[in-house]
Nanobody, 121 residues
Framework: QVQLVESGGGEVRPGGSLTLSCAVSGIIISRTAAGWYRQAPGKQRESVAYMRVRGSVWYADSVKGRFIIARDHVANTVSLHMNNLKPEDAAVYYC???????????????WGQGTEVAISS
């Protein structure tokens, strides 16, 4: 079974940086697509960034130029490097892996616990 463990969340000031990590077990991430998603209070989960199987990436307009998604094939982890954080970035962040269709659509049968990112005022 695929297990996802997100970590690295915390509280940062606007303009700060944070790196989230997703430890993946049960599947080799170099053979799958991977994505990061977030859900803010009262809002639907949204796609933030994803990487296709062969490494091409996509970013939501809201984070383009500020976030970077990466895979570490040795550690079997997916990271999200978040820079110049803004109040609207506050959310619980989730990762997931699977087919490119699943990643793009954000349709998964299960999710990890997520990791919360808070932006201090």
């Amino acid at each position: 079974q695929v297990q996802l463990v997100e970590s690295g969340g915390g509280e940062v000031r606007p303009g700060g940086s944070l790196t989230l990590s997703c430890a993946v077990s049960g599947i080799i991430i170099s053979r799958t697509a991977a994505g990061w998603y977030r859900q803010a209070p009262g809002k639907q989960r949204e796609s933030v960034a994803y990487m296709r199987v062969r490494g091409s990436v996509w970013y939501a307009d809201s984070v383009k130029g500020r976030f970077i998604i990466a895979r570490d094939h040795v550690a079997n982890t997916v990271s999200l490097h978040m820079n110049n954080l803004k109040p609207e970035d506050a959310a619980v962040y989730y990762c997931n892996v699977g087919s490119e269709a699943s990643i793009v659509g954000g349709n998964f049968r299960s999710w990890g616990q997520g990791t919360e990112v808070a932006i201090s005022s």
